[in-house]
């Protein structure tokens, strides 16, 4: 070999060694940059290192205008306290980074005169944050004050507030009294269907960015397919051509509206979401008492789906033939009836009324994934007191519950108004269990 070309090959090999150095200190170099980097980001920004909560909220007076200079405490877990001022907008707004019960409450001394709490008791709102990054509304409820108001302008409000609450009741008792004279079904996940409309109706109007209307339509007839129609035939309708017995799909019920329940919270968090469109609407004054215009507008076409309901069972074929499958499915299907054909529009027609009660709930009050779960104790002392298994009975027993429950405030703190109608599901088990307008049967 050439003296030249052995230079040349060693040079080489010393040019690639030195390569491979280079490029491995490059690596290391470029590996404590980032992670130098990294440090620095952590130490500077310590509050991005982890998602945050809002809990936030607007401070305004009887007529919807803000109130500014107003203090606002938070208490939280580990000892986390903050204080805020609500600014020209009424706004204030913290952020935490921890899950927990955090209580918010309101400085009363910084409300301008002739304004004060609706209910004493709303001074503390409490939030539960289940899980980090979302954002939760608390509002005081503010107004002339009750103190203000006497014994007989708070009976008259809050009739009215029983009547509405009665007739979100009713909507669901009828549903799930129609399915229980049809198929026999005691069904624990109705109240489901409540929330699953509320839900829904949120998704299209707040996120989808429909009209509340037209999102409440969606909602309604979303709720007819898929828990009225398609619950019955793929869940429901297989287990009755089992033959499984009524207590055995008590208890699917049971485990499915437990299934829904936390399923509505992994997919939507755990706050109460209120619509934007409608969030404070400022109150009609009638007389005595004081109605927003959507809790006029949603009673008003409550009232409509009742009555076509009514129609539909007293009038039309199919509500006929439903009359008849309550009372004897095997005559019934005997005389020709499709009674599965019967029993699927029933579903339809009780997830619709369902639905439609989870709207007006939504509108008024907002949605949470709980809200069908604290309203199925009330359908089910409705539809006890009034019959179960009677279309009459679930009306007439929605409004008696709607109205004790409500007017009960006026002797008992409201945190304990359901517990009146607990009572009354438990009298009526006892002195007579088949309801005002049930019908004694003879067992055995």
Same mark, same amino acid.
């Given at each position: 070999?050439?003296?030249? &070309?052995?230079?040349?090959?060693?040079?080489?090999?010393?040019?690639?060694?030195?390569?491979?150095?280079l490029?491995?200190?490059?690596?290391?170099? *470029?590996?404590?940059?980032?992670?130098?980097?990294?440090?620095?980001?952590?130490?500077?920004?310590?509050?991005?290192?982890a998602?945050?909560?809002?809990?936030?909220?607007v401070? @305004?007076?009887?007529?919807?205008?803000?109130?500014?200079?107003?203090?606002v405490?938070?208490?939280?877990? &580990?000892g986390?306290?903050?204080?805020?001022?609500?600014?020209?907008?009424?706004?204030?707004?913290?952020?935490?980074t921890?899950?927990?019960?955090?209580?918010?409450?309101?400085?009363?001394?910084?409300?301008p005169s002739?304004?004060?709490?609706?209910?004493?008791?709303?001074?503390?709102?409490?939030?539960?944050?289940f899980?980090?990054?979302?954002?939760?509304?608390?509002?005081?409820?503010?107004?002339?004050?009750?103190?203000?108001?006497?014994?007989?302008?708070?009976?008259?409000?809050?009739?009215? &507030?029983?009547?509405?609450?009665?007739?979100?009741?009713?909507?669901?008792?009828?549903?799930?009294?129609?399915?229980?004279?049809?198929?026999?079904?005691?069904?624990?996940?109705?109240?489901?269907?409540?929330?699953?409309?509320?839900?829904?109706?949120?998704?299209?109007s707040?996120?989808?960015?429909?009209?509340?209307?037209?999102?409440?339509?969606?909602?309604?007839?979303?709720?007819?397919?898929?828990?009225?129609?398609?619950?019955?035939r793929?869940?429901w309708?297989?287990?009755?051509?089992?033959?499984?017995?009524?207590?055995?799909?008590?208890?699917?019920?049971?485990?499915?509206?437990?299934?829904l329940?936390?399923?509505?919270?992994?997919?939507?968090?755990? &706050?109460?979401?209120?619509?934007?469109?409608?969030?404070?609407?400022?109150?009609?004054?009638?007389?005595?008492?004081?109605?927003t215009?959507?809790?006029?507008?949603?009673?008003?076409?409550?009232?409509?789906?009742?009555?076509?309901?009514?129609?539909?069972?007293?009038?039309?074929?199919?509500?006929?033939?439903?009359?008849?499958?309550?009372?004897?499915?095997?005559?019934?299907?005997a005389?020709?009836?499709?009674?599965?054909?019967?029993i699927?529009?029933?579903?339809?027609?009780?997830?619709?009324?369902?639905?439609?009660?989870?709207?007006?709930?939504?509108v008024?009050?907002?949605?949470?994934?709980?809200?069908?779960?604290?309203m199925?104790?009330?359908?089910?002392?409705?539809?006890t007191?009034?019959?179960?298994?009677?279309?009459n009975?679930a009306?007439?027993?929605?409004?008696?519950i709607?109205?004790?429950?409500?007017?009960?405030?006026?002797?008992?703190?409201?945190?304990?108004? *359901?517990?009146g109608?607990?009572?009354?599901?438990?009298? @009526?088990?006892?002195?007579?269990?088949?309801?005002?307008?049930?019908?004694?049967?003879?067992?055995?």
């Amino acid at each position: 070999m050439h003296p030249s &070309d052995a230079l040349t090959q060693d040079l080489e090999r010393d040019l690639k060694f030195t390569r491979k150095k280079l490029s491995a200190r490059f690596i290391l170099v *470029y590996i404590a940059l980032i992670t130098a980097t990294a440090a620095l980001s952590s130490i500077a920004s310590p509050a991005h290192a982890a998602e945050t909560t809002k809990l936030y909220g607007v401070i @305004i007076d009887s007529a919807e205008k803000p109130i500014s200079g107003v203090n606002v405490s938070i208490a939280g877990p &580990d000892g986390f306290s903050a204080k805020v001022v609500t600014d020209s907008l009424g706004a204030w707004e913290v952020l935490v980074t921890a899950k927990g019960t955090y209580a918010a409450t309101i400085n009363e001394g910084d409300l301008p005169s002739g304004q004060a709490l609706t209910d004493p008791k709303k001074g503390t709102i409490k939030a539960n944050v289940f899980m980090t990054g979302v954002e939760l509304r608390l509002l005081f409820p503010i107004g002339p004050g009750v103190e203000k108001a006497t014994r007989l302008e708070r009976s008259a409000q809050l009739t009215v &507030d029983g009547l509405i609450l009665g007739l979100i009741i009713a909507l669901a008792a009828l549903g799930l009294n129609l399915i229980f004279g049809t198929t026999g079904l005691t069904n624990f996940a109705h109240g489901e269907i409540l929330t699953f409309a509320g839900l829904l109706t949120y998704y299209f109007s707040a996120i989808v960015k429909l009209p509340v209307a037209l999102a409440a339509l969606v909602a309604v007839i979303l709720s007819a397919f898929i828990s009225g129609f398609l619950q019955d035939r793929y869940l429901w309708r297989p287990l009755r051509k089992r033959g499984t017995g009524l207590i055995a799909m008590l208890v699917v019920s049971i485990g499915f509206a437990i299934f829904l329940r936390y399923f509505f919270l992994f997919l939507f968090g755990g &706050d109460t979401r209120q619509l934007p469109q409608y969030a404070g609407q400022a109150g009609l004054e009638l007389g005595l008492v004081n109605i927003t215009p959507k809790s006029i507008l949603t009673t008003t076409i409550g009232i409509g789906f009742i009555v076509f309901a009514t129609l539909w069972l007293l009038t039309t074929r199919m509500g006929k033939a439903s009359r008849a499958v309550a009372d004897n499915p095997a005559l019934a299907s005997a005389s020709g009836i499709d009674v599965q054909k019967v029993i699927r529009a029933v579903w339809i027609l009780g997830a619709a009324l369902a639905g439609y009660a989870g709207v007006i709930v939504t509108v008024n009050q907002g949605v949470s994934f709980l809200m069908g779960q604290d309203m199925l104790l009330l359908i089910f002392a409705a539809v006890t007191l009034g019959g179960l298994g009677t279309a009459n009975g679930a009306l007439v027993g929605s409004l008696i519950i709607g109205l004790f429950v409500q007017l009960s405030t006026l002797f008992i703190p409201t945190e304990l108004k *359901y517990v009146g109608a607990l009572v009354v599901l438990i009298l @009526i088990l006892i002195v007579r269990p088949q309801g005002i307008l049930g019908r004694k049967e003879r067992i055995g």
